[in-house]
């Protein structure tokens, strides 16, 4: 079982910068290959990120690349994702789930359905 929670929201004007945080509980993290995803109103929920279980790969939408940075460190349970030059369109409510490493072997990271654990989200608001 593994339990995360989101931090780093908030409110931020266009083209700033914000660093959310993902802290999974559990001695397993570093065996769970770790997604964002996000969900602006009345929008699906759509892939952001995905980084592998050891941190040497990442995926990103094509709408966030050259702009977020999803990053973990294992010694600590916690996934980041840095985002730069914040967009208006960016506004949304900002998940992290963990997926185990078989399936993300599977190359199903840009999945909902493929992920186990899902955190209860925070709200990152871009002004323009």
């Known amino acids: 079982q593994v339990q995360l929670v989101e931090s780093g929201g908030g409110l931020v004007q266009a083209g700033g910068s914000l660093r959310v945080s993902c802290a999974a509980s559990g001695r397993t993290f570093s065996t769970y290959a770790m997604g964002w995803f996000r969900q602006a109103p009345g929008k699906e929920r759509e892939f952001v990120a995905a980084?592998?279980?050891?941190?040497?790969?990442?995926h990103y939408v094509d709408s966030v690349k050259g702009r977020f940075t999803i990053s973990r460190d294992n010694a600590k349970n916690t996934v980041y994702l840095q985002m730069n030059s914040l967009k208006p369109e960016d506004t949304a409510v900002y998940f992290c789930?963990?997926?185990?490493?078989?399936?993300?072997?599977?190359?199903?990271?840009?999945?909902?359905?493929?992920?186990?654990?899902w955190g209860q989200g925070t709200q990152v608001t871009v002004s323009s």
């Open positions: 789930a963990a997926q185990s490493k078989l399936t993300y072997l599977r190359g199903t990271y840009r999945s909902l359905t493929a992920y186990d654990y």
């Open positions: 980084i592998s279980w050891n941190g040497v790969v990442t």
